[in-house]
């Protein structure tokens, strides 16, 4: 149960991302590279809250974000 609230956490995360990403679309880009580096360091902190272990918080985080990537493809792919 904790990796799912885990999960739920970072995507709730990773969908704050996408809003900012899409509040900030005429910055310049290492900014968004860098606004992500805060982001997966706020899942890493937040999965690691709940769980306590490194080792899973870096597989749930990475987990997490293979699952926001297709997500984030997908919906690309069907607005063209």
Do not use: C, R
């Not at 968004?32 to 580096?37: R, T, Y």
Request: positive net charge.
């Amino acid at each position: 149960m904790k990796i799912y609230t885990v999960i739920l956490v970072q995507l709730i995360l990773w969908s704050g991302y996408t809003f900012l990403e899409w509040l900030s679309k005429h910055d310049h880009p290492i900014y968004n590279v860098l606004m992500f580096l805060v982001f997966f360091y706020l899942a890493i902190i937040a999965g690691n809250f709940f769980m306590n272990s490194t080792k899973k918080t870096m597989l749930v985080t990475l987990i997490s974000l293979a699952l926001y990537g297709t997500f984030q493809i997908t919906m690309s792919w069907l607005s063209i």
